[in-house]
């Protein structure tokens, strides 16, 4: 439940208006653990920044050593307004408040791979008019030790749903999949600059991955089962082409 809840606290802030990095300039003593921006290009008042998106002055002061209590100076870049710090004590917050019937179980609960578990979604060609994932998190040139578990906890930190490595080193992140599978999911075969046993996509082919809810499992009469489905969840995270794609190009749009 809380990869999910993390990431719809995000998706609010992001149809308030908010972008997952900074377009104007910015404080380089902003917070270094932000993950969602405000950029003042519309002349909105720095009060109503705050009240918009729920943000005491004290936080908002703490995100932003540049702007006072008093909301000045107030200038033309971007400024945070969440925090990863700030998602994980609301995410605990909500968990304690809230009912549930988990500690009624009678034996140990075994939790979820961490930080979340991955579904292989297959292998997806690039097109130039829509990218199939928003953002790419790899340095110029790509990553010399790209690993598909380096990149899902890339995305996962970033609060996307879902995370996709291409050409071996490239690793790209996204809200959405824009694109269509190949016709073939064999082509995805250029090796992980990390990991020489994992596929990481091709030349304009992209191995995506879609994060799913990180719910604790296990029950005292069934440990054998659950052992056996919690180890096959976590090498689905490294594997390398899923044999239960289905095959043919078709347009496949997924939403978050």
Known sequence: ???????????????????????????????????????????????????????T?????????????????????SYCIVTMEKINNTITTTSSSSSTTTVSTSSAVTPGPSPTSWTDMGCYVEDPALPILEENLSPKGGDTA????????????????????EEGNQCWCGSYVGGEWASNQTYCNTTCTGDSKAFCGGKGLVNVF???????????????????????????????????????????????
């Open 1 to 55: 439940m809380k990869t999910s809840l993390l990431f719809l606290l995000v998706a609010a802030f992001r149809r308030a208006c908010g972008t997952p990095n900074p377009t104007l300039q910015w404080d380089p003593e902003t917070a270094k653990d932000c993950i969602e921006w405000y950029n003042n290009s519309d002349g909105e008042p720095c009060e109503y920044v705050r009240s918009l998106f729920g943000i």
């Open 57 to 77: 002055p004290e936080e908002f002061h703490e995100w932003n050593p540049s702007v006072g209590l008093d909301c000045q100076p107030w200038e033309y870049q």
């Open 146 to 165: 790209l690993t598909i578990p380096k990149c899902e906890n890339a995305c996962y930190l970033k609060a996307y749903a879902f995370a996709g490595v």
């Open 210 to 256: 879609k994060a799913e809810q990180n719910e604790a499992s296990g029950n005292t009469t069934t440990t054998a089962t659950t052992t056996t489905g919690a180890s096959s969840t976590t090498t689905a995270t490294g594997s390398t082409i899923s044999e239960t794609q289905s095959s043919g190009a078709m347009r496949n749009l997924a939403l978050f």
